[in-house]
């Protein structure tokens, strides 16, 4: 099965499209399942799992810790902005949670950068959608990782993803789809998957193009490898 494990919907200040809409820009794109991860919040409480347009929709959180973005899937729960992320790994460990570091190499900040080996998280983020420079450098520094957009809007769904070949989409039992997904990851059966749109790619550095024919500067940008 094919999951985008990085997706942010309207509840995040920053982001702009409702679950549904994010959950049917999944299925155009041929993904069977996204989670959900507002930030320091989540879309539906209790998070519990939910079948939208045919794609299973898993909801945690990305956990703004006093070092950097965490997610936390599997125990529908919420937790405090700041919060240290060694404790953060801790609680939801034995919360029967898991926790992924977000781009953890990324160098717009909010990454854990050499903390994140340490933190003991039960997986790494290795490549993320919206951030080339982390994702390059993940490419050596992390063997097996999750894939996720960090979609912001529905068009940016699928630019990175998971695939975990152990499991077969089926919509017979919600929850035990997640506890299958979430015990793949802490297994590390997953491959991460990263095929950023031309079309998102033109937008995030549009600016940046326009930057460089006013002044002919030219910003830091390493392109990713293909798949
Ligand atoms: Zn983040
Ligand atoms: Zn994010």
Known sequence: MKIDFHVHSNHSVDALDTVESLALAARKKGLDAIAVCDHDTMA?????????????????????????????????????????AFKLVEKVKS???????????????????????QVGATALEKFNGRDFVHSWRARRLIAV????????????????????????????????????????????QITARYRPSLASIASRYAQKLGRFIRTGKVGMYAPPNKG
């Open 145 to 188: 990782g999750t894939g996720g957009s960090d979609a912001h809007v529905a068009a940016e769904v699928g630019n990175a993803w998971t695939e975990i070949e152990t499991i077969k989409p089926s919509h017979k039992n919600l929850a035990s789809a997640e506890a299958d997904i979430l015990s793949a990851v802490a297994k590390g």
């Open 44 to 84: 539906r409480k209790g998070g519990r799992p939910q079948l939208i347009g045919g794609v299973l929709v898993l909801f945690g959180t990305e956990v703004s810790t006093a070092q950097g973005h965490v997610q936390v899937f599997g125990t529908g729960k919420t937790y405090k902005k700041g919060i240290d």
């Open 95 to 117: 919360e029967g949670g898991i926790t992924i570091v977000a781009h953890p190499y990324s160098r717009r900040g909010h990454a854990l950068h050499e903390l994140a080996p």
